[in-house]
């Protein structure tokens, strides 16, 4: 009996269409492009945020931030006021929001609300005298940026 020896047939893989690859991947990297936020602002001051019942988030585009702490390099043990990358002082909180306001477009010109990030430990007088320099620039809408206590 003569045995028959069966070719198997050759199997192989088709090669994968690599063409439409990088358009794959540049439609990713502009969808993380577009949805990605880089921070604005270097925090140049410390602080601890209190925490707070009633928090919620706000457009970003209309927020003004000012932050109020001690100094991040530890050069002094008061409290001071950072204005964009800039430590100032409540004088020049007119001339910032001027600046800022103009920088908007007018829908957000509108909505325009000031985030005071301080320190819990702030005295009350440095947050009294920043409130005032808002007023007078006719920046009314204030929030205070605060933890969730449920998340503490």
């Not at 050069?75 to 204005?83: C, F, K, P, T």
Request: no cysteine.
């Amino acid at each position: 009996m003569m045995r028959r020896r069966f070719r198997r047939p050759d199997h192989s893989v088709p090669e994968l269409n690599m063409a439409s690859l990088p358009d794959l991947i540049f439609t990713v990297l502009f969808f993380f492009m577009i949805v990605t936020h880089m921070r604005d602002v270097e925090k140049h001051v410390v602080y601890q945020t209190p925490a707070g019942t009633e928090v919620e988030k706000q457009h970003k585009s209309s927020v003004v931030h000012i932050f109020i702490g001690k100094p991040a390099d530890g050069s002094s043990d008061d409290y001071v006021i950072q204005l964009n990358d800039k430590i100032a002082t409540v004088g020049e909180i007119a001339r910032f929001i001027e600046r800022e306001r103009k920088a908007m477009n007018g829908e957000d010109q509108e909505r325009m609300t000031v985030s005071i990030e301080a320190d819990r430990d702030v005295p009350m007088a440095l947050i009294n005298d920043v409130k005032q320099a808002l007023r007078q620039s006719y920046a009314l809408n204030i929030s205070y940026a605060a933890t969730d206590k449920g998340k503490r």
